[in-house]
């Protein structure tokens, strides 16, 4: 059995920086309630599976799927999301920082503005809990792609997660209440393009690596 | 007293929905064809502690509503789509109708299945209910374990009904994603908002305590007669 267990990673940045865009007390909820809880239930899901595996019980086996599919994606999902925030006003916050993949953008939407508008309508037409995603289609530098995914189902491989913004209420409520367009709109202020952009030209490693 | 306290909100939605209201099918209201937004028959605070007025507030006036307008202008290139006999688009309508007019089912009936504990709220069910859920569950407190078993495994939004089989007449849990309605072979009894607007102002990431809380303001009379 495997004696390793998922632990909840640092943040980057302080539970603050990220304000006015989010605040410290989502910031804090988030990480330290949300992101723990789907860490503690994926170790508990990896661990019956190994009980599972070790006794050959694949009734168990099938019926733990989509636990692990939940608690695993919403523990990548977060991982990945952190990391592709950055406080407002840092140098991974300009798109300028980003050459390839800005040029990507402009090739595919038009202009970065029609991107922004195109990402925005696509968060605020999801139903129900999920994430928004700018995904590079087959690989990096791929076909530039904006998804959404439904509660905690992660981006499939190969496709590469560019930068995701999660649209659970928990993510924006004590905040922004119902006005979930002031959040989306505020995203953009605290998206980190550095790695966006290294993400876009080399993928993304096992985001879970333990 | 709190409760004869009228709120000013609610006594203008009141005026607001004026003489054109009339009920209509599972206790929708409908003025000049569109939906409405149903006004409570308790104040937003009335609910308190297991749910407090701020949410109430924000969760009737705000998210409710947005569902009501959704399903209104969804409703609206419905039948625009219908008069061109567009089928394509009545079928590309589907996710919203199913969405928003859920959305709307779903808090009207929420609404209704709730009250204040001086309007009998959390007071037990009694008669064939009560029978029914006895012999289903093994007694009240099994159910309620149940039932909020049900919430807690919920993935993402959702409701948790208490539901009753149309073929067989036996009740059971069940729970329903996002705004999904219940439709079909079962009919709706007891519905509890899962969604994190419905509690996370209270209580952010402890969803089990609202869980537990909400049973203090459940309307067992109205889950009686729905059951009938």
Do not use: C
Not at chain 1, 28 to 44: D, F, G, R, V, W
Not at chain 2, 180 to 204: C, K
């Amino acid at each position: 059995m495997a004696s390793q267990t998922h632990t909840l990673p640092l943040l980057p940045y302080a539970y603050d920086a990220l304000e006015p865009v989010i605040s410290k007390q989502i910031m804090e909820l988030h990480h330290q309630k949300h992101h723990q809880t789907y860490i503690n239930n994926l170790n508990a899901a990896l661990s019956a599976q190994a009980s599972a595996t070790a006794s050959n019980d694949v009734p168990t086996l099938i019926a733990l799927q989509q636990k692990l599919r939940f608690n695993g994606g919403g523990h990548i999902n977060h991982s990945l999301f952190w990391k592709n925030l950055t406080p407002p006003g840092t140098p991974g916050n300009d798109l300028g920082g980003a050459p390839t993949l800005r040029q990507a953008i402009v090739s595919r939407w038009g202009s970065q503005e029609a991107f922004f508008k195109a990402f925005g309508a696509e968060l605020l037409g999801l139903q129900g809990s999920g994430w928004g995603w700018l995904v590079s289609k087959g690989g990096p530098k791929g076909r530039l792609e904006i998804i959404t995914t439904k509660d905690q189902d992660p981006v499939n491989g190969p496709d590469v997660p560019v930068f995701g913004v999660d649209m659970w209420e928990h993510a924006y409520y004590l905040q922004y209440l119902n006005n979930k367009a002031d959040y989306v709109e505020g995203i953009w202020k605290i998206i980190n393009w550095a790695e966006a952009e290294k993400r876009y030209t080399a993928g993304v490693e096992n985001p879970l690596k333990l | 007293m709190a409760a004869l306290l009228s709120n000013s909100a609610r006594v203008a939605l009141r005026s607001g929905a004026s003489a054109t209201s009339k009920a209509g099918a599972a206790g929708l209201t409908f003025a000049r064809g569109k939906a409405t937004l149903p006004d409570l028959s308790y104040d937003y605070g009335a609910l308190e502690p297991s749910i407090s007025g701020k949410i109430m507030e924000i969760h009737h006036k705000n998210h409710h509503n947005t569902y009501v307008t959704s399903y209104n202008n969804t409703l609206e290139q419905l039948q625009e789509a219908q008069a061109k006999g567009d089928i394509a688009a009545q079928i590309a309508l589907k996710p919203a109708v199913n969405f928003h007019g859920g959305g709307h089912l779903n808090h009207s009936l929420f609404w209704e299945n709730l009250a204040p504990k001086s309007a009998g709220g959390g007071e037990p069910p009694s008669g064939a209910l009560s029978k029914a859920i006895d012999t289903t569950y093994g007694g009240f407190g099994e159910f309620q374990s149940k039932m909020n078993a049900a919430l807690a495994s919920i993935q993402g939004s959702g409701w948790a009904w208490l539901v009753k089989d149309k073929q067989t007449g036996q009740i059971g849990i069940r729970t329903y994603a996002n705004q999904d309605p219940v439709v079909g072979q079962f009919e709706p009894l007891l519905g509890i908002d899962a969604w994190e607007h419905a509690y996370y102002l209270q209580y952010q990431n402890r969803k089990v305590e609202y869980f537990s809380a909400i049973w203090d303001v459940i309307n067992w009379k109205t889950v009686e007669k729905r059951f009938a």
